[in-house]
């Protein structure tokens, strides 16, 4: 108790804002990479850029909620264009995917821009935070902001457990069973980027996704059961986070985004290392008893 008081009253809001937004990407980005939408998810991260900037200028300055509502809207047009191009075109769905990450940041790259070079709202207006994350500017109410939306998205995804994990791995037997699936698809989508979107501030819009994947890969290769993975998904997206913020803070060069992507990235390193040490263990020891019992049969 006495260490968690001697931490400075900033850094502990930077460490909180930052490890309840890893274990929400660590959540929500396990459901993603199951359900084979990590491209989805860069696609929206990128697309709220364009959004954070319409948020700036309505609201004349810097103002969280009315950037997040921004971002929120154009990440959800971005989800409905990925999705309505394969059905009125030609378009394979990746191609969709790239289509839309293209031409939403581009879009949001002239906004961010001409913002800048006008001058009207003041200076560079803090878009490199939403690109490349600084928690070193999360206030508490920021703090607040981020704790009621991770929160409000894990009782979603708890209060609709069986459903998601059906969707998940078996969508056409619920559909076949008579349970519709495009609202809980419809919602993981929602959840999807509204975790994006909160998180923007702290991990930034380039490094976002890896924050999404690389806790869920590194918890699948530790387990088979989903129970597991989505628990050491959100301790390790936690860990990563913390530890970024907490470099970032000790070195203010280091982007907290890119350090923590480092460390996630790190961390799969490790198991996938461990991982293949372990099987070429339990293969040698498989042929020497092989051998062992050759050795022993008579004749």
């Known amino acids: 108790m006495d260490t968690l008081l001697e931490i400075p009253y900033n850094t502990l809001i930077v460490v909180l804002g930052t490890s309840l937004v890893g274990a929400t990407c660590g959540i929500v980005g396990t459901f993603a990479v199951l359900r084979k939408r990590a491209l989805v998810g860069d696609a929206v991260a990128h697309a709220a850029l364009p959004g954070v900037c319409l948020g700036y200028v309505l609201a004349g300055g810097q103002h969280l ?16 264009t990925i999705r309505a191009l394969p059905q009125i075109s030609r378009t394979r769905t990746e191609t969709a995917v790239a289509g839309v990450l293209s031409v ?5 790259v002239v906004l961010s821009r001409m913002i800048q070079n006008q001058g009207t709202f003041g200076g560079r207006a803090g878009f490199d935070a939403f690109l490349f994350g600084s928690p070193g500017s999360l206030l508490f109410a920021d703090l607040l902001l981020i704790s009621i939306t991770c929160l409000l998205v894990t009782i979603s995804i708890l209060a609709t457990f069986r459903l998601s994990v059906g969707v998940t791995f078996d969508a056409e037997f619920l559909t076949i069973q008579g349970l ?4 809980i698809d419809w919602m993981h989508l929602m959840l999807l980027t509204i975790t994006i979107v909160i998180s923007l501030p702290a991990i930034g819009v380039v490094m976002i996704v890896a924050l999404l994947i690389t806790p869920a890969v590194t918890a699948r290769q530790i387990s088979d059961r989903f129970i597991i993975i989505l628990i050491v998904a959100a301790l390790l997206g936690m860990f990563s986070a913390a530890t970024g913020a907490i470099l970032s803070s000790l070195n203010p060069s280091v982007p907290a985004g890119a350090a923590a992507v480092l460390v996630s990235a790190t961390m799969y390193a490790i ?3 461990v991982k293949q040490f372990v099987r070429m263990m339990r293969e040698s020891t498989t042929r020497s008893d092989r051998r062992a019992r050759r050795e022993r049969l008579p004749g």
């Open 65 to 80: 909620i009315l950037q997040f509502c921004g971002a929120f809207a154009t990440g959800l047009l971005a989800v409905a």
């Open 104 to 108: 939403f940041f581009g879009a949001g």
């Open 180 to 183: 519709g699936t495009r609202w």
């Open 271 to 273: 198991t996938l290392c």
